[in-house]
């Protein structure tokens, strides 16, 4: 299996900063990651494919960088909405996930 | 759009069967993989499988001894069955758009299955 290693774990964040969440794969992807933003009790949503295409509607204060193994997902301008987990999720091999970033205040 | 509706029994009793389904609303069923995925707080998401109209499956290794997925085209329903289930399989399970090798770009309601004798 390809692991999927996201940090950090818990991010502290206030409305309007910028923030990162960094996602690695135990090897190369190439550009097959994607992202999801979860909510408490909700399904995942897909926010970004392929590393950095944003999935339509998606608020270009999301962007997404990388390849390979190394890959970032960046939240420019914080809103009340963006405060959720994200989920980096490879499918270069049959998909794994990683363990999730929580976005808090 | 397509919407996607599950539904399937929540507690069960170690050596049971975990039996979910979930209805397709919307869009073209024949044009997408449709995927099992489960989530916990100690593993976290966990992919399980696909189906696609055709009827072939993939199931992730970790799993595929006791996983059927099935597809019912007629009724653009598909369907998990995970069989001998643990405390290890309490989970919320989520049906989705896509395969293994695929974005998953529409998801189920989940559902809470606890298994608990």
């Known amino acids: 299996d390809i692991q999927m290693t996201q940090s950090p774990s818990t991010l502290s964040a206030s409305v309007g900063d910028r923030v990162t969440i960094t996602c690695r794969a135990t090897?190369?992807?190439?550009?097959?990651l994607a992202w999801y933003q979860q909510k408490p009790g909700k399904a995942p949503q897909i926010l970004m494919y392929?590393?950095?295409t944003l999935v339509e509607g998606v608020p270009s204060r999301f962007s997404g960088s990388g390849s390979g193994t190394e890959f970032t997902l960046t939240i420019t301008s914080l809103q009340p909405d963006d405060f959720a987990t994200y989920y980096c999720?490879?499918?270069?091999?049959?998909?794994?996930f990683g363990q999730g970033t929580k976005l808090e205040i | 759009q397509v919407q996607l509706q599950q539904w399937g029994a929540g507690l069960l009793k170690p050596s049971e069967t975990l039996s979910l389904t979930c209805a397709v609303y919307?869009?073209?069923?024949?044009?997408?993989?449709w995927s099992w995925i489960r989530q916990t707080p100690g593993k976290g998401l966990e992919w399980i499988g696909e189906?696609?109209?055709?009827?072939?499956?993939k199931t992730n290794p970790s799993l595929t001894r006791r996983v059927t997925i099935s597809v019912d085209t007629s009724k653009k329903q598909f369907s998990l069955k995970l069989r001998s289930v643990t405390a290890a399989d309490t989970a919320v399970y989520y049906c989705?758009?896509?395969?293994?090798?695929?974005?998953?770009?529409?998801w189920g309601q989940g559902t809470l299955v606890t298994v608990s004798s």
């Open positions: 989705a758009s896509g395969g293994g090798y695929e974005t998953l770009d529409y």
């Open positions: 999720q490879q499918y270069k091999g049959f998909s794994t």
């Open positions: 919307g869009g073209t069923f024949n044009r997408y993989y």
């Open positions: 189906t696609h109209h055709s009827g072939t499956t």
């Open positions: 090897q190369s992807i190439g550009k097959w």
């Open positions: 392929e590393a950095s």
